[in-house]
């Protein structure tokens, strides 16, 4: 695990006018460095999946001084497209991100409300993007809870990507790794018990293969790694099950202040790493 601080958190606390002098004087040098660095990662193999926690909008809100939660995670969503982008470039073939957790939904009704509202649109600008690109996204999580509009955005999204064969692009909406844990095992037993079988045939039956095929990811590759903005050191229940031999980095930097440099630098330090599997 990796804890690289940034100067874009001190930064994002000074004053407008100070942030813009700081920005334009760096604006040569961090050019450079990206540069560099991207052509250095370039050199080694890439983690083929990308798994990143979209973490930090209300603090970095507060901190630029916008008026709601609702308008830093505005800005976090349209992050995303720059992500996109870097992983594309870099020919990374699958990204999963955690926009919303079942925890944000006990958040008070009007933070709850433009959130949602936040990530249907983003669902919206996202589908009729890529409907004429190459992504196909597909969201996860207890989608059954969620409000029709936003349920609605999510399925406008998966149709209008589902033959695209690029970029492999997962939200997890409503999420909970402890929820999809228990949803996996009642499937699962469902589908036992529709057989017919007896209690000590279908506890035989009952495998970590068969768990796995039954979770919101089934059929879909384990996250090489796994990216946590905002200076949390904790998965908070992201993917337990699809994370257990994933390699992790936290940064401090909020998630709408991620840069390309901050990326690349996760990604050069996954490339350092010796994956064990546990083994």
């Known amino acids: 695990m990796t804890a690289d601080a940034a100067p874009a958190r001190t930064a994002t ?8 002098l ?6 040569p040098l961090y050019s450079l460095y990206t540069t560099r660095l991207r052509h ?11 798994a990143v926690i979209l973490d930090g909008n209300r603090r970095w809100a507060s901190l630029a001084g916008l008026r709601t939660p609702a308008d830093g995670h505005r800005v976090g969503a349209d992050k ?10 870099l020919g990374i073939g699958q990204v999963t991100v955690w926009a919303l957790s079942n925890e944000n939904l006990s958040r008070s009704q009007e933070e709850v409300s433009g959130l949602l509202d936040v990530v249907a649109e983003k669902l919206a600008s996202l589908a ?3 409907g004429r690109q190459a992504v196909r996204i597909r969201v996860y ?16 999204a998966e149709e209008a990507t589902a033959s695209n064969d690029g970029l492999r692009l997962n939200i997890a909406v409503g999420y909970s790794g402890r929820d999809e844990l228990v949803d996996a095992a009642r499937a699962l037993v469902r589908r036992l ?3 017919d079988l007896d209690a000590s045939t279908m506890a035989e039956r009952i495998t970590a293969e068969a768990i796995a095929s039954h979770l919101y990811t089934a059929g879909e590759p384990d996250p090489d790694l796994i990216i946590r903005t905002s ?4 998965l908070s229940g992201f993917l337990p099950w699809q994370g257990a031999h994933s390699e992790l980095y936290f940064t401090d930097v909020y998630w709408p202040e991620l840069r390309e440099l901050d990326f690349l630098r996760a990604l050069r330090t996954y490339q350092h790493r010796r994956r064990r599997f546990g083994r």
Do not use: M, Y
Request: hydrophobic fraction near 40%; include cysteine.
């Open 80 to 89: 995303l497209d720059e992500l996109l982008d870097w992983c594309v470039r």
């Open 13 to 20: 606390s000074a004053p407008p006018r100070t942030r813009r």
């Open 231 to 234: 200076g949390e050191v904790r």
């Open 141 to 156: 999580g207890r989608l059954e809870d969620l409000p029709d509009p936003l349920r609605d955005a999510i399925r406008s």
């Open 193 to 195: 018990a529709a057989e």
């Open 128 to 130: 009729e993007l890529h």
């Open 40 to 50: 250095e990662v370039e050199r080694l193999p890439l983690p083929a999946h990308v």
């Open 22 to 27: 700081t920005h334009l004087l760096a604006a």
